[in-house]
């Protein structure tokens, strides 16, 4: 028999009917996915009409959304995509925590996942700096003079970031060339790996016990692929739904026809970010900006070995083998859209 | 069918639609209308929307301008709110707050080494911007300044080039605490409304914009827009008659600030007249009497027929360049500026500089032209009358905003008995007052 290629590697001949039910995973991974992959097809035309530079970066955004046919849909299409892939995979982490499925054996898949979401935040922010406006130069500056903040290399790190001691033409390269290259490239591995580390790790997170006496219900390939066909279709119809009736946001351009700076609306970090933004409101920015949203992410990734190290209750919904796991991750939740929605409203 | 294939086959049907939504919505995509002005070289859309909106002037051709020069904006966005995020002064680049930005540059409106080509400086120190008599009389008569020379001003200005001997070095802005006296603070909060940077009171008769445009750009006494630009409201009243500067000023245009009520001192509020006219069937002559001065007042025939412009000179309204305490300061043109004197003929002057203002101001009216050669009236200040031309017997008047030829009469050789020291127009008024016909 051949060697099974990546598809079959990721859909077995047959899978474990509760687990494969949508109403378990909710198809968040493969719906990030699908994400991922639509961000690469609307991404890759959008860089045909956008120029990376500080003086046509907002003109060309323009040309792209108010002239070329369909280029609005094509760059609403990237920005709903975004917006949607950073919920479903937010998602699919609460799924992941909540269910157990982060157990031994799958701690090193829980760290790519975790990676790969954080990758995908600075793939959104990067983004968001390409727009090159009132709005998105602000969170610019905000952003990066908080790299300044890091102990030791933070001025190392500012200028990595920036190129210069400035914001300049060369900032804005960097960032187009993370965002269409050094990150995108990196998380397409990642998700590979990712993808390739479930089948690795049993095949997704199902109740040992039943598989093992093999009176498990389970279900055909064919079942497990029609399945994803409907929730892509689904996803793709919110996504265009959102495209058509919603604009992707922008704001007045900074350069050559700018107003002055001092008009920057008051929200300047993108929505993600709102809750840091929130958050340095209220304490100093190598608080803020630095060492709360690092240890939001150490606590994150340490969570198989610090919080539950386990193996009771995987594929249990909250089960009370991972209550510590379960309280932080709720806790970091909420606290995060509460902050968000307490600056949204500022 | 099993449960999955209906579900494919209805959400595969909603795509399908849903994606026919999005060819619906580029369908229906304006065509976009660009347009490259040669002064930026930098592309706008603006005329996507605005296609068949009036050129603002000859002067500022559509070609060579644009819009974003003079309005800012963003002028690539087709998104109406984006795109007018940042224009300056909203509608009205011209609003005093952002002339320099939009019209100066020694260029164009400001800059220039003498006064009198200066435009935007002699606008910004002119009483008409400043207010500073009002304020100085009020201030002064309610204890607020030692005398009634002016101190203050609607926004602080100063002028290192005085040329008259009222012309004032500065003025502060007038903001009184609240240890200013309480008139004066109540002047300050609740009569602030006559002066180029006030926002129009937002009734019929008094709709105007603020800045160049509160004189130059039209507005009828019901604020209704008159032009074609398909996207400016045509029901919606505070906009212009149309897109349009213009030199030929009609009566009615500075009648939104002057003549429409009086300040009462003892209320410090406006009050405003009760005897104009609503909407109705008068003709233009009839409008023009009740509306053009208040009832109480005393005027020639020649003030009720011809329009303010027609005598009240640049220097007059834009004035001098110099801050002054009092409109007077500036306010020079008399009768006999036109008409002479008993003993003289009025001042003429032949032009032989094809760059005379006359020249100039003239090709910017509609209604009157001056060649080289011409004889126009001049005046004590400097200034010239080109629609007023001495044909070497009878002096001829074409009005600034209709066109009506009139001939004036000379005084010279005429049996007016007028005292060689009383030539102000209040003595004329004794013998030449006109009373009008509509009550």
Redesign the interface.
């Known amino acids: 028999m051949a060697r099974p290629n990546f598809f079959e590697h990721l859909h077995p001949p047959t899978i474990p009917a509760r687990e494969a039910r949508f109403g378990y995973t909710f198809g968040l991974g493969g719906m990030s996915l699908l994400l991922f992959l639509s961000l690469i097809v609307t991404g890759v035309p959008l860089m045909f009409g956008y120029v990376p530079t500080a003086v046509s970066a907002?003109?060309s955004i323009?040309?792209i959304?108010?002239?070329a046919?369909?280029g609005?849909?094509l760059r609403n299409l990237h920005y709903w995509a975004a917006v949607l892939l950073l919920l479903t995979a937010s998602l699919h982490l609460l799924r992941v925590v909540f269910s157990g499925s982060y157990k031994k054996p799958r701690q090193f898949n829980w760290l790519l996942g975790l990676s790969i979401l954080l990758l995908s935040l600075l793939l959104s922010f990067s983004g968001y700096v390409l727009r090159w406006d009132v709005d998105t130069y602000g969170a610019l500056t905000v952003g990066t003079h908080i790299t300044q903040q890091v102990p030791l290399i933070g001025n190392w790190l500012y200028r990595l970031l920036v190129g210069g001691p400035n914001i300049t033409d060369t900032t804005l390269v960097r960032f187009y060339t993370w965002h269409t290259l050094g990150l995108v490239v990196p998380v397409l591995l990642l998700i590979g790996w990712h993808a390739f580390r479930v089948r690795r790790d049993g095949g997704i997170g199902h109740r040992e016990a039943e598989a093992v006496s093999g009176k498990t219900p389970r279900l055909a390939r064919r079942?497990l692929v029609?399945?994803e066909?409907?929730a892509a279709?689904?996803i793709?119809?919110v996504l265009?739904?959102l495209?058509?009736f919603w604009?992707a946001p922008?704001?007045?351009?900074v350069g050559?026809?700018?107003?002055p700076l001092a008009?920057t609306s008051h929200i300047a970090a993108p929505w993600f970010f709102l809750w840091i933004q929130a958050l340095l409101r209220l304490w100093p920015p190598l608080w803020a900006g630095v060492f709360i949203p690092l240890g939001v992410v150490l606590l994150l990734a340490l969570l198989p070995w610090v919080l539950d190290r386990r193996e009771e209750g995987t594929a249990v919904w909250f089960h009370p083998s991972g209550r510590w796991a379960q309280v932080v991750v709720g806790a970091i939740t909420v606290g995060i859209i509460l902050l968000t929605i307490v600056e949204w409203r500022q | 069918m099993s449960g999955n294939q209906k579900a494919t086959a209805v959400l595969g049907l909603a795509f399908l639609l849903i994606v026919l939504g999005a060819v619906v919505r580029q369908a229906r995509q304006p065509a976009v209308v660009q347009l490259t002005p040669t002064l930026t070289g930098q592309p706008e859309l603006c005329l996507t929307c605005h296609e068949g909106i009036e050129e603002i002037s000859a002067a500022h051709s559509i070609e060579a301008f644009g819009c974003v020069l003079c309005h800012g904006g963003d002028g690539l966005a087709l998104d109406a709110d984006l795109a007018h995020a940042t224009m300056r002064g909203g509608r009205n680049p011209s609003d005093l707050a952002v002339v320099e930005e939009s019209c100066g540059g020694s260029a164009c409106h400001s800059g220039a080494a003498e006064d009198s080509g200066d435009h935007i400086h002699r606008v910004l120190t002119s009483v008409q911007a400043t207010y500073a008599g009002a304020i100085a009389q009020v201030n002064f008569a309610f204890g607020g300044q030692a005398d009634a020379t002016a101190v203050f001003g609607i926004t602080a200005v100063t002028d290192n080039n005085i040329t008259t001997d009222t012309g004032l070095a500065a003025l502060a802005a007038f903001h009184p605490g609240s240890d200013a006296p309480g008139p004066v603070q109540a002047f300050s909060s609740d009569c602030l409304l006559c002066h180029l940077s006030a926002a129009a009171i937002e009734a019929p008769y008094y709709y105007r914009a603020t800045g160049c445009a509160a004189c130059h750009v039209v507005y009828e006494n019901d604020g209704l827009y008159r032009g074609s630009d398909p996207t400016t409201p045509k029901d919606e009243a505070g906009y212009g008659r149309s897109h349009q500067f213009t030199t030929a000023i009609p009566y009615y245009q500075c009648n939104h600030c002057h003549n429409r009520g009086n300040y009462s001192l003892r209320q410090m509020s406006f009050l405003e007249r009760d005897d104009l006219p609503g909407a109705s069937s008068l003709s233009a002559q009839e409008q023009r009497e009740l509306e053009y001065y208040q009832p109480i007042s005393q005027f020639t025939l020649c003030e009720w027929e011809l329009d303010c412009v027609d005598c009240h000179t640049n220097g007059e309204v834009m004035g001098n360049g110099d801050i002054h305490s009092h409109q007077q300061d500036v306010q020079y043109v008399q009768c006999q500026t036109c008409h002479g004197t008993l003993t003289e003929m009025p001042l003429l002057e032949t032009i032989t500089d094809p760059a005379h203002p006359a020249i100039i101001s003239a090709d910017l009216n509609p209604n009157y032209s001056v060649e080289l050669g011409d004889t126009v009236i001049a005046t004590t200040q400097g200034e010239t009358f080109g629609w007023v031309q001495w044909d070497g017997e009878r002096l001829v008047e074409t009005g600034k905003v209709d066109g009506r030829l009139y001939e004036v009469p000379l005084v010279l050789g005429s049996g007016c008995q007028q005292k060689p020291d009383e030539q102000e127009s209040a003595y004329c008024h004794e013998c030449h007052t006109y009373e009008r016909t509509v009550k």
């Open positions: 907002a003109e323009r040309v959304t108010y002239v046919p369909f609005w849909l079942e029609q399945r066909g409907v279709l689904a793709l119809c265009f739904l495209s058509i604009d922008l704001a007045a351009p050559r026809f700018a107003g008009e």
